[in-house]
């Protein structure tokens, strides 16, 4: 029988401090109408507090997990952590989340494809499912976005937040679970959306610290036509080759970026409202965290059976789309 990789629980953690719209309003020239009407987002999360980085998140969406599928840490054969914020270059904030959660009998491992990570890695982690080698694979994406950005950028200190979500992936062979995805990358994107400095090429310095290269740079208005035409595209591709109709669509399960590209994304799949999941009103864009975080707030919604329909979009550029077949009642 063929076996596919199903999602079999959901985790998720954001921290307690709220950045509002109106606390914005005293940091830079905005207002909550502007940044609402513009974005969708009325308020994020931030990881506040001395050596908080990325895998406090995930490990906290990761111990939930956990707990919630009754899954002893052991269990687990692979980790994998999508991030663009890691907390260090090495090791690995995946090995730091496993460590900590009392992961022993497995590999880790972080993944980056920028705010299309998690899916990256949800495919990757299914692969390993797929192929008979392991059993339970945990997929985390997890995100300190207030450490890559500039407080004093009113085009982007209103967008992002920090956050984390885990799932665990376990075979099936009754159909569901990851059952197709079209995955792309457009490297002449880099240009529109990065961080200029902090790698191999621009190590840090004085001068790149100075000139504000290690926050998040973007041209919004490219983006925004990329990633909507791009993220309906193999969204679409994805039904074809399954023989889905926008009716067959229990949710669209978008990146949370911008409310004004989910909102052109969905209509272009010909998907209403109230079948695409949100919460970028009260977290923002969690760039790895985004999609995890809709699956924790939207899991009781879920009912064994449903089409799924992930789709995200990122900087370099990455974007990709994956059907997935719910596995169970919540």
Known sequence: MKITA??????????????TNQELERLVDTTDEWITSRTGIKER????????GSS????QAVQRLLEKTN???EEVDLLIC???????LFPATANIISNAVGIKNAFSYDMNAACSGF??????????????????VIVVGADKMSAIVDYTDRANCIIFGDGAGAVLL?????GYGVLDQVLRTEGNGEQFLHQKAGGSRRPPSAETVANKEHYIYQEGATVFKFAVTNMADVAAQVMARQGLSHDDIAWLVPHQAN??????????MGIGPEKVMLNIQRYGNTTNGTIPLCLWDYEKQLHKGDNLIFAAFGGGFTWGAMHIKWAYDS
């Open 259 to 268: 409310k004004r590209i989910i909102d052109a994304t969905a209509h272009r």
């Open 45 to 52: 999360r931030i990881l506040k507090g001395k050596d908080q």
């Open 6 to 19: 199903a999602i079999t629980g959901v985790g998720g953690y954001v921290p307690d401090y709220v950045l």
């Open 119 to 136: 899916l990256y890695a949800l495919a990757t982690g299914a692969q390993f499912i797929q192929g008979g080698m392991y059993k339970k």
């Open 56 to 59: 406090v998140m995930g490990i």
């Open 170 to 174: 376990e075979p099936n062979t009754d």
């Open 82 to 88: 999508a991030t663009v914020t890691p907390d260090v």
């Open 71 to 73: 899954t002893r840490p």
